[in-house]
């Protein structure tokens, strides 16, 4: 087995499982629910099969879905996170994304930083409008999206570092 295809089958799991068990159970003020899960789609290879990441996307939030009761609103955000991660790439790395050099789980540069943070912003964004969709709610949707993305970035950065492959 290909030891690509195995690291992200392991990661898709482990962080579907730390998202249903520990981080869903973070709820607080109503406002703030970190989702770390998105690093499935934010650290599969930029070389990889861009059809494979949709699905796979899809598979993910619509088993997020499944565990939290949702009724598609995570299949819809990740679907979309991972149909505009090229833009976003292009956007944060410029030419260096290209030539499929980058990579997320090195050293934080600001070009990561703002790749993580527009992914995590355009995810959140798309799941509280869908979740809540009232217009009347926008003050409610937009404060949801700032602050639950602050907490999902926080996360993102500490687990990335916390599982960084080691320097050969």
Do not use: W
Request: hydrophobic content about 55%; charged content about 10%; aromatic content about 20%.
């Amino acid at each position: 087995m290909n030891s690509t295809l195995l690291i992200n089958s392991a990661r898709f799991l482990l962080l579907l499982f730390f998202q249903v068990i520990l981080f869903d159970q973070i709820g607080f003020l109503k406002y703030i629910n970190p989702y770390p899960y998105i690093l499935f789609i934010l650290l599969y290879p930029v070389n990889g099969n861009k059809s494979g990441l949709i699905f796979a996307s899809f598979l993910l939030g619509l088993l997020m879905d499944m565990f939290s009761d949702s009724g598609g609103v995570h299949a819809a955000a990740c679907v979309t996170l991972a149909y505009f991660r090229p833009a976003f790439f292009k956007f944060s790395f410029g030419l260096s994304y290209e030539y499929q050099t980058v990579k997320i789980n090195d050293r934080l540069t600001p070009e990561r930083f703002s790749f993580l943070l527009i992914t995590i912003l355009t995810h959140h964004l798309v799941l509280f409008i869908l979740e809540i969709f009232k217009f009347s709610f926008i003050f409610d949707i937009l404060l949801r999206t700032l602050l639950s993305s602050v907490f999902t970035l926080l996360f993102c950065i500490i687990i990335i570092y916390l599982f960084k492959p080691a320097k050969r």
